[in-house]
């Protein structure tokens, strides 16, 4: 691919992207559990694939580790989900797939007629069915007061 200056300045966004995800669901799947566990197991597979596609589609096979910006970031979510739980896990999880589709639609709207477009096609198939199955774990994660101890004395 023939690659103007902006389309590697966003080539290297969406590598730096996708090895921020990984390396987050790499890290959040060492301490998951149950449903948690089994979602990150379905989406390692996947952003190692994204990883790999975008930098052999950007020539960017170079680009494997995280710049200062999103290191930072990663430490702090990875904080984060581990103070407060699994349920703060999901909610990254599914925060990380909506900002995944906006970006990859705002991609697919500037490149859509050309090489680019179908790539991205590709990319937003998979950042659906993520988010479909993200959010349809979180029925789990919802407040149900026949589990609240100190509701049934009310």
């Known amino acids: 691919m023939l690659a103007t200056t902006a389309d590697l300045q966003l080539g290297r966004q969406l ?3 996708e090895i921020f995800d990984l390396s987050l669901y790499q890290e959040l799947r060492r301490h998951a559990s149950g449903e948690l566990q089994r979602v ?3 989406l390692i ?23 200062v910006f999103r290191s930072i970031k990663l430490t702090a979510l990875l904080l984060t989900c581990r103070a407060f739980g699994d349920n703060a896990s999901h909610l990254v999880l599914e925060a990380l797939e909506v900002h995944g589709i906006r970006k990859y639609l705002r991609v697919w709207d500037r490149y859509k007629d050309g090489p680019l477009g179908e790539a991205v096609r590709e990319i937003l198939e998979d950042e659906f069915k993520h988010e479909d199955m993200v959010v349809s774990g979180e029925t789990s994660r919802r407040i149900d007061p026949t589990r609240c101890a100190t509701c049934s004395s009310a």
């Open 45 to 67: 597979p996947v952003e190692t694939r994204h990883v790999a596609f975008w930098q052999r589609f950007f020539e960017l096979e170079h680009v494997t580790r995280l710049d």
């Open 15 to 17: 590598v730096l992207d």
């Open 40 to 42: 990150l197991d379905e």
